[in-house]
């Protein structure tokens, strides 16, 4: 099995910034893309920005220029930067891996993490 564990989340105001992280940890073998979503209250899932283990990035349009995702292969962690943060950015902000596990190297699985809040108000 594969855990995530996501920190950084917090109350920050219109304007500012925050840097969520996403630890993996466990029976991994290898990790492909990494990604962040955010679900807003009443809303469904919805996909952020993706990374690949090569270093290729995809953001949503509404992102773009703002926040930044990277990642640490060496310490399989994956972050994202959020500037110039706005109320809609407000939602619980889910961090999601591809992976393979030690004990089954050619099988790849989706997990999740428990979600971060983030809050964006004056």
């Known amino acids: 099995q594969v855990q995530l564990v996501e920190s950084g989340g917090g109350l920050v105001q219109p304007g500012g910034s925050l840097r969520l992280s996403c630890a993996a940890s466990g029976n991994i073998f290898s990790i492909n893309t990494m990604a962040w979503y955010r679900q807003a209250p009443g809303k469904q899932r919805d996909l952020v920005a993706t990374?690949?283990?090569?270093?290729?990035?995809n953001y949503v349009d509404s992102v773009k220029g703002r926040f930044t995702i990277s990642r640490d292969n060496t310490k399989n962690t994956v972050y994202l930067q959020m500037n110039s943060l706005k109320p809609e950015d407000t939602a619980v902000y889910y961090c999601?891996?591809?992976?393979?596990?030690?004990?089954?190297?050619?099988?790849?699985?989706?997990?999740w993490g428990q979600g971060t809040q983030v809050t964006v108000s004056s």
């Open positions: 999601y891996c591809n992976a393979a596990t030690r004990r089954a190297r050619l099988e790849w699985y989706p997990y």
């Open positions: 990374i690949t283990n090569g270093g290729s990035t």
